[in-house]
């Protein structure tokens, strides 16, 4: 039985004790890596990331779709901005529907790299829409936690791996693509992959994944620390970039703020908005702009992004 999440308290335990028994001196030893609380992660800064990506959608015949320039200049604009941050970034090609996709995978690096934390969105919009809340929001609040990790110069125990998938869109084509090109043995080594698409719904509930027990409960704390009520996710299980990894035994966890279903008396009762109106009355259309955003649903969520990535990496 594999405890992603919960070993290691034990094992540092141990590892502390042991440098007691043995008396020796620390001193010049590496440093400890630090368990810091996450920072709190600037909505302006999320919202500058989707005013870009809304720009290269107007630009690109107002799409950020698989196999459209727009797909491929928010790729670039993702990445110049891991690379100035000290990223090592890779570009995963493939090829779908007759056309070519990619993959961004950011490594942040130092950590055990047999442990490796993995936080990724889809990056493909819809052809119908510049897919602002689906998926700009999950890719700027990803991108955003990668930037504050650099910012903050973090060093966590774990090793962090940050990724934004192509052609999600058209049936999780990327991440399928990542996850059967990955030997088993590294595939052994990714301890969690938390999944973030659509995550600022206009009219927003708060789902969370009921996937691992260990990453649910890191989100749910997150939120009931701020005190917002959350519900399990069941808009539609293994729609998304999850799938994958959980198909191949990773544990997966994700947050997720609503898409074409109804929100109910019950739901606004507890986290306002409109009852009998979608999560997202502009999902998959042209109307998924900057102006389908809900600024509370994406800033709390960005900055529970960024608590998870920090807990569960320690
Ligand atoms: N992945 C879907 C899309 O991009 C949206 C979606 C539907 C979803 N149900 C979900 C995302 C459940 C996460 C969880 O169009
Ligand atoms: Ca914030
Ligand atoms: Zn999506």
Redesign the pocket.
């Known amino acids: 039985m594999k405890l992603p999440f919960s070993g290691r308290a034990l094992a540092a335990g141990t590892v502390a004790a042991a440098l007691l028994l043995t008396g020796g001196s620390i001193a010049g030893a590496a440093p400890a890596p630090s368990a810091a609380a996450a920072p709190?992660?600037?909505?302006a800064s999320v919202k500058a990331h989707l005013t870009q990506l809304q720009s290269i959608a107007s630009a690109n015949g107002g799409n950020r779709a698989h196999g459209r320039p727009g797909y491929k200049a928010s790729l670039d604009y993702v990445k110049a901005k891991l690379d100035a941050a000290g990223y090592t970034t890779t570009i995963q090609q493939f090829t779908s529907s007759g056309r070519t996709g990619y993959n961004l995978i950011a490594d942040w690096p130092g950590g055990d790299t047999n442990q490796v934390v993995m936080a990724g969105s889809h990056l493909d919009s819809v052809s119908s829409g510049p897919g602002i809340n689906d998926n700009g929001s999950g890719s700027a609040a990803v991108l955003e936690t990668a930037l504050a990790v650099s910012r903050a110069g973090h060093h966590p125990t774990k090793h962090l791996r940050f990724a934004w998938w192509g052609a999600e869109e058209l049936g999780l084509v990327g991440s399928r693509y990542y996850v059967n090109t990955l030997s088993a043995a590294n595939r052994a080594k990714i301890s969690g992959y938390l999944n973030f698409d659509m995550i600022g719904s206009r009219n927003a509930g708060y789902f969370v994944y009921d996937d691992d027990p260990a990453i649910e409960k890191t989100f749910k704390d997150y939120f009931a620390g701020l005190g917002v009520p959350t519900e399990i996710e069941t808009e539609g299980d293994g729609r998304s970039d999850h799938a994958p990894f959980k198909s191949a035994g990773v544990p997966v966890g994700g947050l997720f703020t609503g898409a074409s279903r109804y929100k109910t008396a019950a739901q606004v009762a507890k986290w306002g908005g409109t009852a009998g109106q979608a999560f997202d009355r502009c999902y998959h259309s042209s109307c998924d702009t900057t102006s389908n955003i809900n600024d509370t649903a994406l800033?709390r969520n960005?900055?529970a992004v960024a608590h998870a990535v920090w807990k569960l990496s320690e």
Do not use: K, P
């Open positions: 709190d992660i600037s909505l800033d960005s900055d």
